[in-house]
């Protein structure tokens, strides 16, 4: 049981647009930054993005990320095969010491 | 170019102990706190332990706390995972992940990963 909630799978045309949602408490989303990560297939994490909206350099403007509240959002425009991967949340939890993940969400590019 | 390293992962049996590497090269070490996050088969990510630069703040998961000791070397860039006490539950990719210049959770770099596997 993953302390932020994310949706277990989302599924997309090419071309199409795509959100990903996020949901956490005061503790966590509320009180701090999301950061997203991108997992490909058989590869290791990679920043995607981080204070809630930005982007690292080299990342694609195609990924844009947003906060409202205790939830936040993930959302992948013009959907490419390529983007077919798990995405994580992630923030910070006032009553830990560490980050926290959601739980993931694969992404299908159908 | 930042680049993290890891290695040491294997097949352990439960009880049994395991210390995990990670060579870091790329970036000015001491100025950056180092994380080691895991991912058990089929699942998701989970924070384990970091380490600031100068070894000064140290934390851990409830779920390996006492169990495992994170520590680190500027002289050779490295940052080290003391794993004791392996459980099954403890069977999983181990990653170590760069936090930020400001320290603020976000992991912007992460090694490929290596795989411990505690089975008997």
């Known amino acids: 049981q993953s302390v932020l909630t994310q949706p277990p799978s989302v599924s997309e045309a090419p071309r199409q647009r795509v959100t990903i949602s996020c949901s956490g408490s005061s503790s966590n989303i509320g009180n701090n930054a999301v950061n997203w990560y991108q997992q490909l297939p058989g590869k290791a994490p990679k920043l995607l993005i981080y204070?809630?909206?930005l982007l690292p350099s080299g990342v694609s403007d195609r990924f844009s990320g947003s906060k409202s509240g205790t939830s936040a959002s993930l959302a992948i425009s013009g959907l490419q095969s390529e983007d077919e991967a798990d995405y994580y949340c992630a923030a910070r939890d006032d009553s830990l010491k560490g980050p926290v993940f959601g739980g993931g969400t694969r992404l299908t590019v159908l | 170019e930042v680049q993290l390293v890891e290695s040491g992962g294997g097949l352990v049996k439960p009880g049994g102990s395991l210390r995990l590497s990670c060579a870091a090269s790329?970036?000015?070490?001491?100025?950056?706190?180092m994380n080691w996050v895991r991912q058990a088969p089929g699942k998701g990510l989970e924070w384990v332990s970091s380490i600031s630069g100068t070894s000064t703040y140290i934390y851990y998961a409830d779920s390996v706390k006492g169990r495992f000791t994170i520590s680190r070397d500027t002289a050779k860039n490295s940052v080290y995972l003391q794993m004791n006490s392996l459980r099954a539950e403890d069977t999983a990719v181990y990653y170590c992940?760069?936090?930020?210049?400001?320290?603020?959770?976000?992991?912007?770099?992460w090694g490929q990963g290596t795989l411990v596997t505690v089975s008997s």
């Open positions: 790329g970036f000015t070490f001491i100025n950056y706190s």
């Open positions: 992940a760069r936090e930020d210049y400001y320290g603020s959770g976000t992991f912007d770099y």
């Open positions: 204070s809630d909206d």
